[in-house]
């Protein structure tokens, strides 16, 4: 049974525009993740926050931000794309931060042309 | 820093073979160990977690031990069907990590034969 969504399920779009996908987990958890996965299928953790408390894998470019309203909401925004942004984006939920079983949404699909 | 190593990018199996996927990891502290599995379209789940050294983790018929002297983490399915066709990841979960506590392996992708 789902209980992390993420809208939309695929984007196009074209190198320099600005592109936001959504996050929403019914789990009541605390802390949620924002992943990268590339086209082998490797999955690299980008953001995690927790209780406005946002920690960045420091490899992370700058034009990458995640904007939270709630505990229950994770965006992620994209400020001017390039191509090497293509890639699968998971959302995931914990319980708490150091909780380490995490729950994934179905991945959003960014394509930059 | 933590690690996890998974050597096998793909394992081709017929329906009822036996299965193996090689697990090692790296790390100064006691971990918790995974197993992920990702189905075509949708994101990794859960298969099994184990929290304590020389204990079993086992689900739907999947199996791994925490080796602790050898710092492995097998994942073993006496008979596989069609339907475990997905990517299995070895992950390693580490409170003191600063971002995420989850390190994944490569991934192994499972593609099984009626």
């Known amino acids: 049974e789902t209980a992390v969504f993420q809208t939309p399920n695929y984007h196009v779009t074209q190198v320099g525009n600005e592109v936001s996908f959504n996050c929403k987990q019914t789990l009541g958890h605390d802390t949620m993740y924002w992943y990268k996965q590339d086209s082998k299928k490797l999955l690299k953790i980008m953001f995690s926050?927790?209780?406005?408390?946002?920690?960045v894998n420091e490899t992370v470019p700058r034009r990458f931000s995640p904007q939270s309203s709630d505990k229950a909401h994770l965006n992620l925004r994209i400020k001017s794309v390039e191509p090497e942004d293509s890639a699968v984006y998971l959302c995931?939920?914990?319980?708490?931060?150091?909780?380490?079983?995490?729950?994934f949404g179905p991945g959003t699909r960014l394509l930059v042309l | 820093g933590d690690s996890v190593t998974q050597m096998q990018g793909q394992v081709t199996l017929s329906e009822d073979d036996f299965l193996f996927i090689n697990c090692t990891y790296s790390?100064?502290?006691?971990?918790?160990l995974f197993w992920y599995v990702q189905y075509p379209g949708e994101g990794p789940q859960l298969l099994l977690k184990?929290?304590?050294?020389?204990n079993k983790g086992i689900s739907r018929g999947f199996e791994a031990t925490y080796d602790k002297r050898t710092t492995s983490f097998h994942l073993q399915k006496a008979s596989v069907q069609e339907s475990d066709s997905a990517v299995y990841y070895c992950?390693?979960?580490?409170?003191?990590?600063?971002?995420?506590?989850?390190?994944f392996g490569s991934g192994t992708r499972l593609q099984v034969y009626a």
């Open positions: 926050y927790n209780n406005k408390q946002l920690i």
């Open positions: 992950v390693l979960g580490d409170e003191t990590q600063v971002v995420g506590q989850l390190t």
């Open positions: 184990v929290t304590t050294a020389n």
């Open positions: 995931a939920s914990s319980s708490r931060l150091g909780e380490d079983t995490q729950y």
């Open positions: 790390t100064t502290w006691y971990p918790t």
